[in-house]
C-alpha cells in the first residue's frame, strides 16, 4: 500500500493565500490596496509627484536665476524656444537652436524686431555649470528677531541643460526679460512651501481642538464649538485686506511668505477639527477607552495613543484634501495684490501678469503657468478622492 501522505502543511490555494492576506492586513495596506484599483487617482498621483519634484529641484532644473538679476535684456517677452534636432541644413544627435538677430528700423517705429538666422545654430548642453544655488535650503528672518531660520543646504552650480551662446527660454520670457520656465518652477515650489506650513499649522490646531472638545464634550465642548463657528465665519478676503494694511512695507520677501503661511493655517483648520471631535464623540465611550482611563491613563496619552490613531488614515485623506485649497487661497491672494509679491515667484504673482487684454493677443505663452497650476490642483483633488475612497470600508471597491 502506498503512503499517499505528505510531509508538512498541505499547499494552500491561491484564494486561501488571498483570503490570509485580506484579513491580516494592516489599514495601510488595504487602503494601499483600494487605492490602486483607482486608475484616474494612480495617474493623478504620477503627475502630484513629478510636479513635487519639479519644485524640489527647482533651481537645478532652472537654467537662469528666476529673479531679477537673471533677466535676458536682449530677449524680453520673447516666444517659447523649443530645441530641434533637424531644419534645412540636416540633423543634428545634439539638439539646437537657431541664432536670433535684433534689429531696428523705420518700418517697425524704430522697435526692436527678433529675427531667426536659420544659417547659425547654437546647440544645447547638458549639466553645465551656471548661476549658484543652494538646494533645499531654507531661510526665513523676521522682523524684530520672532523668528530666525538658515538652513543653508547644498551649494550648487550644476544646471540640467544650457546652451552655448545666448539664451534658451522653453516658455518664453516676461517683459522684464526673466526666464518663465525657471519661475513657473520655482512659483510651483514657493506655492507648495505656503501649503505645506498651512496645513502643518491647520493640522495641529484641528488635532489639539477637535481632541479636547471631542473627548471632554459638555462645557468645554461648547465654549470650543463657539470658537470653531467663530473662525468659519470670519470672512478670508476682508480678514487679508486688513492684515495687508498693517503689513510693514520693509518686511522682506521671506518674513511676508510666512506671515501668509500663518495665517491660512490659522483660519483652515475648523473643518479637519470638527470631524476629529465627531469621531472622538462616537469613540470616547467604547470598552477600549474606558480599559485605559482605569489603568490610570492621562487624557492626552488616550487621545494620543488610542483616539486619534484609530482613524489616522480619514486624517491623511483630510491633509491631502487641504492642500489644494491652501495653494489656491494663496494663488488668490497674491492674484489680487493681498499675498506675496515680486520678487517672489508664486503662481499667484505669475498668475497677476495674464490679467492684461495685450498678453492675451501678444504673449500667450504667459498663460503656460496656468496649466502647471490647473494641472496641480487637479492631481490633489483627484488623489485626495482616490484616498477616501480607498479609506471608506463601506465604499465599492470592485
Known amino acids: 500500500m502506498v503512503d499517499q501522505t505528505v510531509s508538512g502543511a498541505p499547499e494552500k490555494s491561491v484564494d486561501q493565500k488571498s483570503k490570509e492576506a485580506y484579513f491580516t492586513a494592516s489599514q495601510a495596506q488595504l487602503v494601499w490596496a483600494r487605492f490602486k484599483k483607482n486608475r484616474a487617482a494612480m495617474v493623478a498621483s504620477c503627475v502630484l509627484l513629478a ?11 532652472s537654467p537662469y536665476d528666476p529673479t531679477i538679476a537673471g533677466r535676458d535684456k536682449e530677449y524680453q517677452n520673447g516666444a517659447p524656444q523649443i530645441p530641434m534636432f533637424c531644419d534645412h541644413n540636416g540633423c543634428s544627435a545634439r539638439p539646437f537652436l537657431h541664432t536670433l538677430e535684433r534689429t531696428r528700423s523705420i518700418k517697425t517705429n524704430f522697435r526692436w524686431v527678433t529675427t531667426v538666422n536659420t544659417e547659425k545654430r547654437r546647440y544645447v548642453t547638458f549639466f553645465p555649470e551656471g548661476w549658484e544655488y543652494r538646494l533645499f535650503s531654507v531661510q526665513i528672518d523676521l522682523p524684530g528677531e520672532m523668528l530666525d531660520i538658515n538652513i543653508p543646504g547644498f551649494r550648487m552650480t550644476t544646471h540640467l541643460f544650457g546652451i552655448e551662446e545666448g539664451g534658451i527660454h522653453l516658455f518664453g520670457t516676461d517683459h522684464g526679460g526673466k526666464d518663465i520656465f525657471s519661475r513657473t518652477l520655482h512659483a510651483i515650489y514657493t506655492s507648495l512651501a505656503v501649503g505645506t506650513i498651512g496645513v502643518f499649522i491647520s493640522f ?36 487679508f485686506m486688513a492684515l495687508a494694511a498693517f503689513v510693514p512695507d520693509e518686511w522682506s520677501s521671506e518674513a511676508r511668505f510666512f506671515f ?26 467604547q470598552e477600549y477607552v474606558l480599559a485605559a482611563r482605569l489603568c490610570g491613563a492621562s487624557a492626552g496619552h488616550i487621545i494620543g495613543r488610542h483616539l486619534l490613531p484609530s482613524f489616522t488614515s480619514y486624517i491623511i485623506v483630510d491633509l491631502v484634501i487641504s492642500f489644494p485649497y491652501m495653494v489656491l487661497s494663496e494663488t488668490a491672494l497674491s492674484f489680487i495684490g493681498l499675498g506675496l509679491k515680486e520678487p517672489v515667484n508664486s503662481l499667484g504673482v505669475m498668475l497677476q501678469n495674464v490679467t492684461s487684454a495685450d498678453v492675451l493677443l501678444n504673449y500667450q505663452w504667459y498663460f503656460i503657468p496656468v496649466v502647471f497650476f490647473v494641472g496641480m490642483v487637479l492631481a490633489f483633488v483627484f488623489v485626495g478622492d482616490g484616498l477616501r475612497d480607498a479609506a471608506d470600508p463601506y465604499s465599492d471597491h470592485k
Open 260 to 285: 501668509i503661511s500663518i495665517i491660512l493655517g490659522f483660519i483652515g483648520w475648523p473643518t479637519l477639527a470638527r470631524r476629529v471631535r465627531t469621531h472622538l464623540l462616537t469613540e470616547r465611550n
Open 204 to 239: 495641529v490646531l484641528a488635532l489639539i481642538i477637535g481632541g479636547v472638545s471631542g473627548y471632554f464634550g459638555g462645557v468645554t465642548d461648547g465654549v470650543l464649538q463657539m470658537v470653531t463657528d467663530a473662525v468659519r465665519t470670519v470672512p478670508a478676503i476682508p480678514l
Open 51 to 61: 510636479i513635487v519634484l519639479m519644485g524640489l529641484f527647482a533651481p537645478f532644473l
